[in-house]
Structures are given as C-alpha cells and as structure tokens.
C-alpha cells in the first residue's frame, strides 16, 4: 500500500483511494457544500450515497466518506461577494 501524499499532502487520502480501487463496487456519492465569501468550504454534507462495500468493509467506507467531506472543508476558493451552494457528484465504477 502506498504512502506517498496524496493532492493535500495526506497519506491517508491515498489509502483512502486505494481502498475505493479495491473494495467499492460501484456508486455516486453527491456532497454539497457552501463557499462563504471569503472563499471557505462550509457545511459540507452528504446529500446521497449509493456506494456500497462488502459488510466486513462498510467501517472502512464510512471513514473514507467522512475524509472526503473533511478534505472539502479544507478547500479554499477566491473571494467572491456573496454565499455559493456547490453540488459536487463523485461517481465510482469498476472499469
């Protein structure tokens, strides 16, 4: 398994890819989000998931879900002048 950063510098965030190469068959997972005006990620939520994991790894993807809104929280934009409503969908398949 690798370690090496991922896009945020985490090594968590590549494991956490790797186990979605690994064990999710295949899903969307929408999150959304609002970027204040001073360009802040803010109240990230799950709006739908349909990704689904063998039972004996559904821990495993309920902290993976949870890494990825607190990386979007991380996210910083441009300052802008009022509240954005971002709806991001990430979509799995099995290629």
Do not use: I
Request: hydrophobic fraction near 45%; charge should be positive.
């Amino acid at each position: 398994m690798s370690t090496s950063p991922g896009a945020d510098g985490s090594p968590r965030l590549q494991r956490g890819r790797l186990f979605w190469r690994l064990f999710v068959r295949a899903g969307m997972l929408a999150l959304a989000f609002d970027v204040d005006r001073a360009g802040r990620a803010q109240r990230v939520r799950v709006l739908s998931d349909t990704t689904r994991v063998a039972l004996d790894h559904e821990v495993e993807r309920k902290r993976f879900v949870l890494r990825l809104r607190k990386t979007v929280a991380a996210w910083k934009f441009a300052k802008q002048r009022g509240v954005s409503r971002v709806t991001l969908p990430l979509v799995f398949e099995r290629g």
